[in-house]
């Protein structure tokens, strides 16, 4: 079995200052992991991924992820947010005992103010 | 454009009416998956196929519902008698399974609204 705890339903942050997402999984083989992001009325696009290579994962738009294993954590930052981050940002699980079929978070909707 | 697209982009149906949603994934992918979204939640599964096999459907997926994939490629979701409960953006994404790695591309989505 395998799932993902988004840990906050919403992140409010001022421009500028850094972004912390959190984000915990549970799974009895070897994760993939992923964070998607949501712009309003626009399509899931790919952020970054964890597939077992480097465990600091830099994806696009500056934001980045740690892979840790001891603490089944792939929490998602940026040094500093800007007013087009905000969106609704959605950690997923992807395992082989899964047939990776992909399992989602709940969502965070970070919010940025000016 | 070669991404995934999805048709059509809305539908507004009276309840008791079938619908019918069509994907079209990117064209070397061999999965497809297709997933319900609510307001305020993340995607949730219904179905995939591995080419043009249907390989897995979850619980959510009550027998009104149906998925094809008649070729390995495009795949239609239709949804018969359709209920209010079943308003909701229809996604569908597709991949290329390989090893670890099976990042998901998603289409626009379908909103339905039964009214």
């Known amino acids: 079995a395998q799932s993902v705890t988004q840990l906050d339903s919403h992140v409010s942050v001022s421009e500028g200052t850094p972004v912390l997402l959190r984000c915990n999984y549970s799974?009895?083989?070897?994760?993939?992991l992923f964070w998607y992001v949501q712009h309003p009325n626009k399509g899931l696009q790919l952020l970054l991924k964890?597939?077992?290579?480097?465990?600091l994962v830099k994806g696009i738009n500056g934001f980045e992820a740690e892979f840790k294993k001891s603490e089944t954590s792939f929490h998602l930052t940026k040094p500093s947010a800007h007013m087009s981050d905000a969106a609704e940002y959605f950690c997923?699980?992807?395992?082989?005992?899964?047939?990776?079929?992909?399992?989602f978070g709940r969502g965070t909707s970070l919010i940025v103010h000016p | 454009d070669t991404g995934v697209s999805q048709d059509p982009r809305h539908k507004i149906t009276k309840r008791g009416q079938n619908v019918t949603f069509r994907c079209d994934p990117i064209?070397?992918?061999?999965?497809l998956y297709w997933y319900r979204q609510t307001l305020g939640q993340g995607p949730e599964f219904l179905t995939y196929?591995?080419?043009?096999?249907?390989?897995?459907k979850s619980r959510l997926l009550s027998d009104r519902f149906s998925a094809e994939r008649p070729k390995g490629s495009f795949s239609t979701l239709e949804i018969q008698r359709t209920e209010q409960g079943d308003s909701a953006m229809y996604l569908c994404?597709?991949?290329?399974?390989?090893?670890?790695?099976?990042?998901?591309?998603f289409g626009p989505g379908t909103r339905l609204t039964v009214l």
């Open positions: 799974s009895s083989y070897s994760p993939s």
């Open positions: 994404a597709s991949s290329l399974l390989r090893e670890w790695n099976n990042e998901q591309f």
């Open positions: 997923v699980v992807s395992t082989s005992g899964g047939s990776y079929i992909p399992t």
């Open positions: 196929f591995q080419n043009e096999a249907q390989l897995e």
């Open positions: 964890y597939t077992s290579a480097a465990t």
């Open positions: 064209s070397e992918h061999n999965r």
